[in-house]
């Protein structure tokens, strides 16, 4: 006896799982979606964020040693770097980078008597500082175009501590987070 096969079988219009799992339902809407997520990455972690990873105690206890931090390189667009500005400071290259806090802006004078940080003859306030300083030193003026940072662990001697002047065009932009 013959088995009456009427209409051809047709072919599932379900994908199985896998398909689903790895491509979606509709291929060319997740290779759309793949290609905006790509060009959008690209762009944020190129051109607007720069991840940093803190190296050293410098930073202590504000930023931890190890930790990874997103700069953005577009924080200084529409304004110059502010005080009390956590900042990226470019070396050398792309990839070498300190990552300091703006204490002195251009044309101020600044001086540490006593590990407290005096602008212009007055107290600066450094609410971010958790453990005391020691430091002395003479009043420096700083010039047009640069701006002076110092990380907030300064309970270093002031030879073993990186501080000092940074010209405005080595400074890649404001630390988030």
């Known amino acids: 006896m013959q088995k009456n096969m009427g209409a051809a079988a047709e072919p599932s219009s379900t994908p199985n799982w896998a398909t ?9 809407r997740t290779l759309t979606r ?7 990455s690209l762009i944020l972690f190129k051109l607007l964020l720069l991840p940093i990873r803190v190296e050293g105690i410098s930073m202590l206890p504000t930023y931890r040693e190890k930790r990874v931090n997103f700069v953005n390189r577009l924080a200084y667009v529409l304004h110059p770097p502010r005080r009390g500005d956590v900042v990226a400071i470019r070396l050398a290259g ?13 044309g101020e004078t600044i001086e540490f008597r006593r590990g407290k940080v005096f602008i212009n003859g007055r107290l600066l306030e450094e609410p971010y500082l958790a453990w005391p300083c020691n430091w ?17 662990n300064r309970t270093m001697d002031w030879n073993d501590h990186v501080k000092g002047l940074a010209d405005r065009d080595r400074i890649v932009g404001k630390v988030l987070l």
């Open 20 to 28: 689903v799992l790895f491509v979606g339902r509709d291929p060319r």
């Open 34 to 40: 793949i290609v905006f997520l790509i060009a959008g």
């Open 94 to 106: 792309r990839h070498v980078m300190f990552m300091k806090r703006i204490i002195g802006l251009p």
């Open 136 to 152: 002395d030193r003479s009043p420096e003026r700083i010039g047009p175009g640069e701006y002076y940072v110092v990380g907030d």
